[in-house]
């Protein structure tokens, strides 16, 4: 056990070290689906089912084998993975055990010579819901304790992707401000050019930029950028 314990945690360092070094949520969700493998020693396969919408999809994973497995599930509308990403719900079953239950989904294991299955519930905000599926080609159904391993994985998945997305969204909206910061002065500069070039009011050297930006449909922050550099370049005259 403490042998586990020390692999999950080299598991969790190398997870948020690839976290840290990757921008896109599809990247993120190859690195995490790599890492799931790792946590639970009779992993041999994995996957990520995502619910968007009303429609699930496999976003991740390890193998192309998973993947037509997930494909089998989503066409019966039922399988052991959509029950843990619909409901929340930890699965863990032998698949010879299930045939009543998910004829498709055993009958598409068998195939692929996969003899269990895992699935613990992936909830990281509203848009991006599903669950964490590991098979193994071995019988043995799992253990009580890869599900606390994988739970406890997923609980630490879930926290470092929320605090990305909100990362992100931080970024995303400190670029609009310094964006919208930055063509407030263009405009500011333009404006008290024309100000001074013609003595008209404020509101007044507006509505010329306004017009100018009408007459030749382009951009405010554009026509004022480039009334400004003319009037640099000229060194002042008039507009």
């Known amino acids: 056990m403490a042998e586990r314990v020390d692999e999950l945690n080299a598991v969790l360092a190398d997870l948020v070290g690839v976290l840290e070094s990757v ?3 599809p990247g993120l969700l190859d690195a995490v689906c790599g890492e799931a493998v790792r946590v639970v020693p009779d992993a041999d396969l994995a996957s990520i089912l995502v619910v968007r919408d009303g429609a699930t999809q496999t976003a991740a994973f390890t193998d192309e084998r998973a993947r037509r497995i997930d494909d089998v599930q989503y066409a019966a509308a039922d399988g052991p993975g959509l029950l843990s990403a619909l ?11 299930t045939g009543e239950r998910w004829p498709e989904f055993v ?10 299955y895992l ?4 909830r990281v905000d509203d848009t991006l819901v599903g669950a964490i ?5 071995g ?10 391993v ?23 909206l400190a670029d609009e401000l310094r964006h919208a910061m930055e063509t407030r002065a263009v405009i500011e500069q333009a404006k008290g050019m024309l100000m001074l070039i013609h003595r008209v009011s404020d509101d007044a050297a507006m509505q010329r930029l306004i017009i100018e930006s009408q007459n030749t449909n382009t951009k405010l922050r554009d026509v004022a950028a480039r009334f400004t550099k003319r009037m640099s370049s000229a060194g002042g005259g008039r507009a």
């Open 133 to 137: 599926t590991l098979f193994g080609f």
């Open 119 to 122: 699935a613990v519930p992936l």
């Open 150 to 172: 994988l739970r406890l994985f997923t609980l630490c998945v879930e926290t470092v992707l929320r605090l990305t997305r909100r990362y992100r969204e931080a970024r995303l």
């Open 23 to 25: 921008s896109d949520t």
């Open 107 to 116: 009958l598409a294991a068998r195939e692929l010579g996969v003899g269990s």
């Open 139 to 148: 019988a043995h159904g799992y253990h009580e304790f890869d599900t606390k």
């Open 87 to 97: 409901t929340g719900e930890v699965v863990r079953v032998a698949v010879g055990d």
